[in-house]
């Protein structure tokens, strides 16, 4: 089965720092990738990104994939408290089967 | 609408007890699945239903059992369980268009130790 491996595992930084989030896949059957947020309790979820070099941006967030090096990036500007979580991305293989990875467990020092 | 909801919320369990894990979901959505996540190895699959009326294997299935009640409910058993079984379980669904937008919504999870 295809393996998504994510890097950093664990990230501590200063609030206002930009950081960079690391998603690499593989490829048997790709169809999508997926980032969430998890905090206490369940992943929500932030991007999908189907298409190479199209940027998904949400306020100070934003992804983009590129399908020939086979990785997606997840960015943060200016970042706060509230973004400490872990940061988890899944493939989306064939038929519905979401592969995740390890998770980013990211955390905002004041 | 509530989303995807799951009970327990917590559960403790003895060795070799059993338990059913429920799930329900009010968005109409043909996809429902299983996953565990234990520290450091990020969310496993251990069942997915693509439609009502059928189920398959995710990555993790052994020790498990599953039940597609109908479109809203899909329910885990544990009938013998064992310590390498503690986790935290979400549920989650989707629905699947076909052309790459199958965003998956998870419930809260439920907190197991099987002791």
Not at chain 2, 34 to 40: A, E, V
Request: some cysteine.
């Amino acid at each position: 089965e295809d393996k998504v491996v994510q890097s950093p595992l664990s990230l501590v930084v200063h609030e206002g720092d930009t950081v960079t989030l690391n998603c690499s896949y593989e490829v048997t059957n790709f169809r999508s990738l997926l980032w969430y947020k998890q905090e206490k309790k369940a992943p929500t979820f932030l991007f999908m990104l189907t298409s190479s070099g199209i940027e998904k941006k949400s306020g100070r967030l934003s992804s983009i994939l590129d399908k020939k090096e086979l990785f997606s990036i997840l960015n943060i500007t200016a970042t706060q408290t509230g973004d400490s979580a872990v940061y988890l991305c899944a493939e989306i293989q064939g038929a519905q089967k979401l592969v995740f990875g390890q998770g980013t467990r990211l955390t905002i020092n004041p | 609408n509530a989303g995807v909801t799951q009970t327990p919320k917590f559960q403790v369990l003895k060795t070799g007890q059993s338990m059913t894990l429920q799930c329900a979901q009010d968005m109409n959505h043909n996809s429902m699945y299983w996953y565990r996540q234990d520290p450091g190895m990020g969310l496993r699959l251990i069942y997915y239903s693509a439609s009502e009326g059928t189920t398959d294997k995710g990555e993790v299935p052994n020790g498990y059992n599953v039940s597609r009640l109908n479109k809203r409910e899909f329910s885990l058993r544990l009938e013998s369980a064992a310590p390498s079984q503690t986790s935290v379980y979400f549920c989650a669904s989707s629905f699947p268009s076909g052309g790459g937008t199958d965003t998956q919504y998870f419930g809260p999870g439920t907190r197991l130790t099987v002791l």
